[in-house]
């Protein structure tokens, strides 16, 4: 009796939800702001690691500020236009040329994509229930962009309300990025990621970036300021592409 229950629990359903969907991304629009120590690791193709910690800040409007004090002080910055790289010590300063900036805005919520031209985007199958964790059930949504030929998977709890995994393919059914969602925190009335590990394909590999997050601070104001800088005037800068 418990093996078949089981398995009906895990047997998918195609069809469609997009309400339920829709439902999902609207929860996750809730976080406006966010303010964090992080821990960050990075793994490169060739094995390499790196440990970055610091302090994050960003908003909805695809800003963000991270101030880096190990393993030494930097600062990762887009305040709407342009990203740069900032060593205070060095006076160094390295600036990504404006057509590039895009990939590197912040995205406070990971299904803000699907928030506008939805039903003209996007098409959304339903692939039904799944077991995950100790008898936990998550929902299986596939998303093709009609746009740009990309297929998404994602599978979410819509008990919290929350993504856990998101798999990116392209039209070749190629893997190209991966994100994954761990130890959801209660903070205020919204649920919120202690740990989020990202895996992309690049010319040379997969590239890894897990980061921890502490002490945060949902939909506190964050000023304009802090995405403003006052370079001093014997600073060097450094164009990258």
Partial sequence: ???CLLLFLVTPAFGDDIPLFK????????INTIDAEIVQYIYTPEHYREIFKGRYRADSNYRFRIDYTFPQKQIIMNNGGRLIWYYPTEKI???????????????INPLREYEKNFDKQYEVNYRGRNLYGFFKMAH????????????TDIKVDTKKMVILTKIVKGRDGIEIMKEQYHGYKKIGNIYFPSRIEVYARTANGITSNITEYNNVQLNYAITDQVFHIDFPKDIRIKYLH
């Fill in 1 to 3: 009796m418990i093996c």
């Fill in 23 to 30: 439902k999902i991304v609207e929860e996750n629009s809730k």
């Fill in 93 to 107: 300063l390295y600036r990504v040329s404006k057509g590039d900036s895009i990939s590197h805005q912040s995205n």
């Fill in 140 to 151: 299986q949504f596939v998303i093709r962009d009609k746009k740009r030929g990309l297929i």
